[in-house]
């Protein structure tokens, strides 16, 4: 009979999140390219490096994964087939009880972009808004949460506290050993002057801060979704970049050229208790 080695074993038992991320990069692939994605979803994978991201935070089809305030679904679209299986995905969109006419909005349309296709029969539709203290999911049943790019409107509401209190909810979402995924338009270091919050962009040590404020640990950061063409010096800030483009064709070409906005990609962990 074959011996099999201890360490060998061992170390297949103890394989990290981001090595089985990566046993699964065929399954990643067929989700980027399933049919629920629209062209211009698929136009700006150049910029948003799902592939790249997803596995940094080290998602696997077996995943339990809460996306924060996911917006059109950009992310719905690769995460509900990926999940659809075997994993579990949470959709954590604007309260559906709400005097908001922008969140009204955005969850009507997102409610119908669920309804449009088969793949997304298994989401489960929450609720989250700085604030609200519905459930995002059962309380530690996620691998993963992930946020993209909300931070700038989180802190603009409700400054360090308000952040503070939103990471404490997803700290008690996660399981022990869980991880916080986040995307956020980045703040040179020498732009933290004036009035930076409505900007739109962020300041990278703080968001670690406050984040191991809230009892994570600041686990890596990647440079997946860095862009270096970005200065974040525009007078109508992050905006002025695409997707948005929000002079239109003012110097339209210009910022088509220097892409979508430089970003932070940021991994932390809830410790597993002794």
Do not use: C
Not at 132 to 142: L, R, Y
């Amino acid at each position: 009979m074959k011996t099999i080695k201890l360490a060998t074993v061992l170390s297949a038992l103890l394989l990290t999140p981001l090595a089985m991320a990566n046993n699964y990069a065929d399954d990643l692939q067929q989700a980027v390219k399933h049919s629920t994605r629209s062209a211009s979803s698929i136009s700006r994978d150049q910029y948003r490096h799902p592939i790249e991201t997803l596995t940094f935070f080290g998602i696997t089809p077996t995943s339990t994964v809460v996306e924060i305030s996911p917006g059109a679904g950009w992310y719905s679209e690769i995460l509900a087939p990926l999940l659809a299986v075997s994993g579990t995905y949470y959709a954590a969109h604007f309260p559906a009880a709400t005097t908001s006419d922008y969140y009204k909005r955005g969850r009507a349309a997102f409610v119908e972009k669920l309804a449009s296709d088969p793949a997304y029969n298994r989401v489960q539709l929450t609720e989250f808004a700085p604030n609200n203290h519905s459930n995002i999911a059962p309380e530690g049943s996620a691998d993963v949460v992930l946020t993209f790019r909300n931070l700038h409107n989180w802190y603009s509401n409700g400054g360090d506290d308000g952040m503070v209190a939103i990471f404490k909810d997803f700290y008690k979402t996660l399981k022990p050993g869980g991880v916080l995924g986040v995307v956020e338009h980045r703040l040179p270091a020498d732009k933290m002057t004036g009035d930076w919050i409505k900007t739109g962009y962020f300041p990278q040590q703080l968001a670690i801060s406050l984040a191991e404020q809230a009892g994570f640990i600041f686990e890596a950061s990647s440079e997946i979704n860095a862009n270096a063409n970005d200065k974040a010096d525009y007078t109508g800030g992050v905006w002025t970049l695409p997707p948005t483009l929000q002079l239109k064709e003012q110097d339209k070409e210009k910022y088509l050229a220097i892409g979508e906005s430089d970003r932070m990609t940021l991994k932390f962990r809830k410790p597993v208790a002794k």
